[in-house]
């Protein structure tokens, strides 16, 4: 049998009706943000990558999937979704608008070619949001909020915000410099990738998991020493802007992330759960003043971040919150016997057309049979198609709970069915005791676990 890519997963089940409630709420999300949906193409030109992500990153020098083309064209399924954002910035000339700042969100598969574990899949999904066009730190702390907002929503509990400055350009130029005369005498002690990274990116040395335990590590100059006064300002205002949102945060000064474009403020938001496993950071982000010039557009300051539904999917289970309503279907279409079949399925079709959750026997179940199948799909009414209905256009709609039958004229069934099902949903409601805004009532018991 063939089976699945290394790395990969496939969705069906709860799982699909998690991802589906997930999505849903993030379009609606981004709505009252004001941000526009953007798609760009999962494959690109493997420059852009190694241009925008950065050679040095382990991204790119390790992970990307890399292939020619039929036209002998290097190509690279997108490991992130930024680089292609702001090609796409660039290429539309978005930065022509009038409505500045342009503020996008996207979601959608990325590829890693990455160990496969916990947390660390292959083919992963982001949702990210991409903001062009301000230098503000206001829209820092809007882009951090997002997230946040999104967990709050969720019910999400335990999570930490971690932030740091990476400062500007000058800021950086003066680290670098302190860095390379400070690693320099302990070269030998480094390990291998770390040694590329000091010709290449010292700031990465600080990233590196294999040598964080070296005293040289734990000696090596600060960021914070080197930051400009304008990099001192943002990141306070950042803080200042965070602390209006009441989002709490720590500032964490190893925090150097693996991306090369950032500028100014990096921050990540990470699981705090007992037992969540190593691969916790549930998204990341930050600023990047310059990729946009660095990929051939006019300069333009740039923040954003991105999440991976697999690990918030992971800590919503891990924090027993279910997400998704129950696949209830609010009307089973039954035959009394085949040569109805023709007759119920165009019912079915009519209450589709008029908005209703319905479901009819593709099987050539005998009566008992569809009465179980209606349990299983929890209907909550059933509609009989036999030969009274057929002749005097009267038809049986019965409650599937209480079992209350009601003899309804053919023309009334649309009518009937909607003041029926409203008030089961009302009465529902009344029932939800867990106060929780997204909870999902079925029958006064709730999927929100608090
Ligand atoms: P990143 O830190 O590489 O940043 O990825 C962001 C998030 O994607 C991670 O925090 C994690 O939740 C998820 N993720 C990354 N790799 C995997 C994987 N192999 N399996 C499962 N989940 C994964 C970026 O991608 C930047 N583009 C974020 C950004 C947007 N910065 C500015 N704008």
Request: charged share 30%; with cysteine.
């Amino acid at each position: 049998m063939i089976q699945k890519p290394k790395g990969t997963y496939d969705v069906f089940g709860d799982y699909g009706k998690q991802i589906k409630y997930l999505e849903n709420l993030l379009n609606t999300l981004m709505d009252t943000y004001h941000y526009e949906y953007v798609r760009t193409p999962i494959f690109e030109s493997s420059s852009l990558f190694h241009r925008g992500v950065g050679e040095t990153t382990d991204i790119v020098s390790k992970e990307t999937y890399d292939f020619k083309d039929r036209g002998d064209r290097d190509m690279t399924l997108r490991p992130e979704g930024t680089a292609g954002v702001v090609r796409s910035f660039i290429e539309n000339k978005m930065y022509a608008r009038a409505d500045m700042p342009v503020k996008t969100w996207y979601y959608g598969p990325m590829f890693r070619y990455e160990r496969p574990q916990a947390g660390r899949f292959r083919e992963f999904y982001q949702f990210g949001v991409e903001v062009f066009g301000t230098p503000s730190p206001m829209m820092d702390a809007e882009v951090i909020s997002i997230p946040v907002t999104l967990f709050r929503l969720l019910g999400l509990k335990g999570i930490q915000v971690k932030i740091n400055s990476l400062g500007d350009q000058e800021s950086r130029e003066l680290y670098r410099t302190a860095l390379l005369k400070h690693f320099q005498p302990y070269l030998s002690e480094l390990c291998s990738d770390c040694k590329e990274r000091y010709s290449k990116n010292p700031l990465r040395i600080l990233d590196c998991k294999k040598d964080k335990d070296l005293q040289c590590m734990k000696d090596a100059p600060k960021l914070s020493d080197y930051l400009s006064e304008s990099s001192k300002k943002h990141f306070e205002q950042l803080k200042q802007y965070l602390e209006a949102l009441g989002i709490d945060y720590v500032v964490d000064e190893h925090l150097v992330r693996g991306l090369d474009y950032y500028t100014e403020t990096v921050f990540e938001v990470e699981a705090d759960i007992q037992g969540f496993g190593s691969n916790n950071v549930l998204c990341a982000g930050g600023r990047y003043n310059h990729l946009v010039e660095h990929l051939d557009g006019p300069q333009t300051p740039g923040v954003g971040f991105a999440l991976g539904y697999e690990r918030i999917l992971s800590a919503l289970e891990k924090e027993e919150i279910t997400l998704g309503e129950e696949n209830k279907v609010d009307v089973y279409v039954i035959p009394m016997s085949e040569e109805f079949n023709g007759k119920t399925f165009a019912l079915t079709q009519t209450l589709r057309m008029n908005g209703f959750i319905t479901e009819t026997d593709y099987l050539g179940r005998n009566l008992k049979g569809n009465f179980k199948q209606a349990d299983r799909l929890l209907a909550s009414f059933l509609i009989l198609v036999g030969e009274d209905e057929e002749k005097e256009h009267i038809y049986t709609i019965k409650n599937n709970q209480t079992k209350e039958e009601y003899q309804v004229d053919q023309d009334y069934i649309v009518m009937f069915l909607d003041e029926k099902l409203q008030e089961l949903e009302s009465s529902c409601d009344d029932h939800c005791q867990c106060g929780h805004h997204e909870c999902h009532c079925k029958e006064g018991g709730c999927h929100h676990h608090e």
